[in-house]
């Protein structure tokens, strides 16, 4: 293999998200959010661990952006938080938006592209106790804090994703309960999804009527779903089933303008087509500038029932987050390794899903905004970090990524998940995910030789040939 460049003007990027970066958590008016709530909630969170202080991002924005700098980013991707900006999900507070409008002017001042994602999972508490995205009033309380940030920001920030993989927040919030809010409620899972995605439409109209040039987008977890055996007709309706459920149920209402058909049937017990009103979908389907793809491992799933699992030690029971498909697992393959998270490293999954995007979609602007590994990384004496892994499960990926683009697909820039290690959700802080290491004991960050390389990869606007990177 040789060396393999991008496209010109190709962005490259990390990415963070608010609660899993800043701490500072009760901080100049913030409020809690769900996840706070969640954190303190026995068993929710491995180790107990929650985001009061996460990687002090919050007071250490010059120090973090000039390490991007260093790093050679174009971009940076992080999120806005909710209950900074409005704390209740009422009234704005002046001090939240100054965090912001500070860190975007301290980007700017460097070189680096501010990337806002308006929700990355960080509801305020106050909104969740009135139904949270249960309750349709909370997608018009979205719209205004989108209208807040865009106000406060928009002279500086062209880029703007809504909502950050709306499948977690609905899913694993609402069904599943592995996730903030902790609910275990199906009906309110569904009926989320479809508020989650109104609040993204809402939003869309609010930013572009404070900023008509914006650049708008959503970004989606997705996922390849392969059956385990494709000659079993429960095997393809098991694939069916969480292709819609995972894939279909956004990306249709967002790109045909309806929801798929048969995800609409399957959901007819949990009441989902009941909280759609007839002009929902024209606002849920306004056009987007760009669309945003995370993407980290495949699904690979059988109709035969899991064997039931004991929760964790320490940790609370949960359940499952596929709602109208509890029955389906996720069976085992062994030709591939695994990541920390368990996930399997699977680059050819990337090239299935943005190829299958252009075909089936309408051919949006793509950029992956997130795609990285969590491996235990071995720290030696000298401090440095080697981690052979991730720098081959980035590599990899951007090479698949790149056959993509050789066959057509407009894929515009790529955003490592993540920046540095941080809040990991339910695993809390032990899942680490950087390319640049942080010690949370002294907060002192170390670029990972993974970071390094990256950097080079992304100034040269190109992956040099794998002898020259020390990848396994
Ligand atoms: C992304 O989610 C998030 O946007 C990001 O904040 C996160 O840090 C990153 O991935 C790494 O996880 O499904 O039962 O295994 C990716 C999708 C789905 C990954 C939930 C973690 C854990 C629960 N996420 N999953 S489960």
Not at 29 to 34: A, F, K, T, V
Not at 74 to 83: E, L, V
Not at 218 to 227: A, D, E, F, K, S
Not at 403 to 427: C, K, Q
Request: proline fraction near 7%.
């Amino acid at each position: 293999m040789e060396s393999i460049s991008f496209p010109e003007g190709f962005v490259w990027g990390a990415a963070t998200a608010a609660f899993q970066v800043e701490g500072a958590s009760k901080e100049d008016g913030r409020s809690p959010s769900i996840w706070d709530t969640f954190c303190a909630l026995p068993g929710a969170v491995a180790g107990g661990d929650n985001g009061d202080v996460a990687v002090d991002h919050y007071h250490r924005v010059e120090q973090d952006v000039a390490m991007m700098a260093d790093l050679g980013l174009g971009a940076y991707r992080f999120s806005t938080a909710w209950p900074r900006i409005r704390p209740d999900g009422g009234e704005p507070n002046q001090a939240g938006l100054d965090f912001y409008s500070r860190l975007v002017d301290t980007l700017l001042e460097r070189g680096i592209d501010p990337w806002v994602t308006l929700y990355h999972w960080d509801l305020p508490q106050a909104l969740e106790d009135a139904g949270g995205w249960a309750n349709r009033d909370t997608a018009h309380r979205f719209a205004d804090y989108a209208a807040t940030v865009v106000e406060a920001l928009g002279d500086r920030v062209s880029n703007w994703t809504t909502l950050n993989e709306p499948w977690c927040s609905a899913f694993l919030g609402y069904a599943g309960g592995i996730h903030a809010p902790g609910r275990q409620e199906p009906a309110a899972a569904v009926a989320a999804v479809h508020h989650l995605l109104l609040g993204h439409g809402l939003a869309t109209a609010a930013i572009r009527s404070a900023k008509p040039e914006a650049k708008v987008g959503i970004t989606l977890n997705m996922y390849p779903i392969i059956p385990a055996d494709p000659s079993s007709e429960a095997d393809l309706d098991a694939v069916r089933r969480l292709d819609g459920l995972q894939n279909r149920i956004f990306l249709d209402p967002l790109f045909k303008g309806e929801y798929p058909a048969d995800i609409v049937a399957d959901l007819a017990p949990y009441g989902f087509a009941d909280h759609i009103k007839p002009e929902d979908l024209a606002i849920i389907s306004a056009p987007l500038d760009q669309l945003g793809v995370n993407y980290y491992t495949e699904h690979f799933v059988s109709s035969e029932p899991a064997a039931p699992s004991e929760p964790k030690p320490g940790r609370r029971a949960t359940g499952s987050p596929w709602v109208g498909a509890e029955h389906v697992s996720f069976p085992v393959r062994d030709d591939a390794t695994r990541t920390d998270m368990e996930w399997e490293v699977r680059p050819r999954g990337i090239y299935q899903l943005l190829t299958r995007l252009h075909e089936e979609y309408p051919r949006l602007p793509i950029y992956i905004t997130e795609n990285g590994a969590a491996y235990r990384d071995a720290v030696s004496d000298d401090g440095s970090v080697n981690d052979p892994e991730r720098l081959a499960y980035i590599d990899s990926h951007l090479r698949a990524a790149h056959d993509a683009i050789t066959e057509g697909v407009d894929l515009r820039g790529y955003f490592a998940w993540s920046l540095m290690d941080n809040f990991e959700w339910a695993e809390g802080y032990a899942k680490r995910f950087g390319i640049v290491h942080v010690d949370y004991g002294t907060q002192v960050r170390t670029p990972k030789m993974s970071a390094m390389w990256y950097s080079e990869v992304a100034r040269g606007n190109a992956l040099p040939a794998p002898s020259a990177t020390a990848a396994p």
